[in-house]
């Protein structure tokens, strides 16, 4: 999989995609990164992206040029799925990053300031939104989708297993995670888990899995 990413803020992205499981999967040859500032497709001389609202009104708006520009200069075909991140677009879940999964060049635009020129919509195939919240920017948006898409990649976390078990996945909570020791300031460890029994641990973890999803998201059971 290629991940495009188009940033006015190149430095925001770097750190993430040089640590941990995305590094990992960069240096494995798994997934492809590509970060794009858009402002050098800028063409005014003080290479700016945005300007006053049509209007009136307060902030900047991004110019849609630049981000024309930018798209323009990938040679994107039609197997790149081009993503405009936004307040305004489908709320991101477990879901969305199944069926981002399946694509092979996820290509991102990260926005700033007020917005983007609503002209900007015509050259994308989604909108997503990290939450019902205002942020920044687009960057840290991006960052957790890619992520969540990332550590699905066959091979990235070493076992399929690793996340078909995380929270959400099958549209249920985690059940309860214990380490050593098995005792500490008073709270001990299920004896289940020390039993042995893998029949049994099996059975405890699915009861505690829809336990947990009952009482802290029932919302995920009636959306099954």
């Known amino acids: ?17 040089n640590a941990s499981i995305l590094k990992r999967a960069k240096d494995n040859s798994l997934i492809e990164f590509q970060i794009v500032n858009f402002r050098d497709f800028s063409t005014n001389k003080h290479k700016t992206v945005d300007d006053t609202p049509y209007g009136g009104g307060s902030g900047m708006v ?5 981000i024309y520009l930018a798209l323009q200069s990938l ?14 677009g489908k709320t991101f879940n477990q879901q ?6 399946k694509e092979e060049h996820l290509v991102f635009i990260c926005g700033h300031y007020e917005g983007f020129d609503e002209r900007v919509r015509a050259y994308v195939d989604a ?21 969540a898409v990332v550590r699905m990649i066959p091979g ?25 020791p098995r005792e500490f300031n008073g709270l001990v460890v299920p004896e289940v888990l020390l039993s042995g029994d893998h029949a049994k641990i099996e059975k405890w973890r699915k009861e505690m899995q ?8 029932p919302d995920l059971i009636k959306n099954k």
């Open 156 to 180: 990235v976390l070493g076992s399929q297993e690793s996340f078909e078990k995380d929270s959400f996945y099958n549209d249920v909570l985690d059940y309860p995670q214990y380490t050593k």
């Open 127 to 147: 909108e997503l939104s990290l939450g019902d919240f205002v942020m920044t920017g687009g960057e840290i948006a991006a960052m957790a989708m890619i992520d």
């Open 1 to 17: 999989m290629k991940i495009t990413i188009l940033t006015l803020f190149p430095e925001m992205i770097d750190p993430i995609i």
């Open 75 to 88: 040679d994107i075909d039609t197997l790149s799925h081009k993503i405009l991140l936004t307040p305004q």
């Open 210 to 217: 829809e336990k947990r999803t009952k009482e802290r998201r």
């Open 62 to 66: 991004l110019a849609v040029e630049p």
């Open 96 to 101: 969305v990053a199944k069926e981002l999964l």
